[in-house]
């Protein structure tokens, strides 16, 4: 008896269990072996718990994932405030796709989330501080920011599909533009002509997209504060 005191006094109190330490051991497990592989029993063992103690701080799987995720989507990455707010901008929206190329599996689950998950909402208040700072109404700047989270969102889930699935567009974009240049070129000739440049490099076309979108908010900052909607006219980029 008093060795078995003796031997639990020698042994170091576990730490409390809350969300924090339980978000740690799974973002261990997701970055050690994936997300798929990712369950409740795992998560127990790398915290030297018992796994149905989790249920006491998350009612599901899901509902851990989703903060997860969130917490993942939160890093922020390090710009040079020396840089033109177009770079800044750029090179932030580059960061932001990239989380979701880099955990597929949680994006997919945040993006089905309402918008009012904390990161995303610090995400929505820095974003639109600066279209504001820029010169922006409200109005307008409430509008940009919801075409860029289209262009991350979108683009980001998107290349993460294709890559996921070793899509031929992108094993074998030669194939792809040659199966384009031999369309008739009677019915298809804008098709054929932009064949050999069809199927770009991913990460080229996002910058690409992205250049448009900078473009149309240096065009709105040029214009003043109209506010968009009214005409075609009013200072909002039309296609």
């Known amino acids: 008896m008093e060795e078995r005191a003796a031997h639990e006094a020698a042994e170091p109190p576990r730490a409390r269990l809350d969300r924090e330490r339980i978000l740690d051991a799974a973002e261990a497990v997701a970055a050690r072996e994936g997300v798929g592989r990712l369950t409740m029993r795992r998560i127990g063992a790398e915290l030297g718990s018992d796994p149905t103690a989790i249920y006491r701080h998350f009612r599901s799987k899901d509902e851990l994932l989703v903060q997860l995720a969130d917490r993942l989507f939160g890093t922020e990455i390090e710009v040079d405030p020396s840089l033109p707010?177009?770079?800044?901008?750029?090179?932030?929206?580059?960061?932001?796709?990239?989380?979701?190329?880099?955990?597929?599996?949680?994006?997919?689950?945040?993006?089905?989330?309402?918008?009012?998950?904390?990161?995303l909402q610090r995400i929505a208040e820095r974003n639109l501080q600066t279209l504001t700072e820029l010169g922006l109404t409200d109005a307008q700047a409430a509008m940009v920011f919801q075409v860029i989270e289209n262009h991350v969102v979108g683009t980001g889930l998107y290349f993460a599909h294709v890559e996921d699935a070793n899509d031929p567009r992108l094993r074998d974009p030669d194939a792809m533009r040659r199966a384009y240049a031999l369309l008739p070129a009677d019915r298809f000739p804008n098709a054929v002509r932009a064949a050999a440049h069809l199927f770009p490099d991913l990460d080229a076309s996002f910058d690409f997209g992205s250049d448009l979108i900078l473009d149309a908010i240096e065009r709105l900052v040029a214009e003043g504060g109209d506010e968009p909607g009214s005409t075609p006219t009013d200072g909002v980029p039309t296609p």
């Open 85 to 119: 707010w177009r770079e800044q901008l750029k090179i932030e929206l580059r960061h932001a796709m990239y989380r979701y190329r880099s955990h597929p599996e949680l994006a997919r689950l945040l993006a089905v989330q309402p918008d009012d998950t904390p990161s």
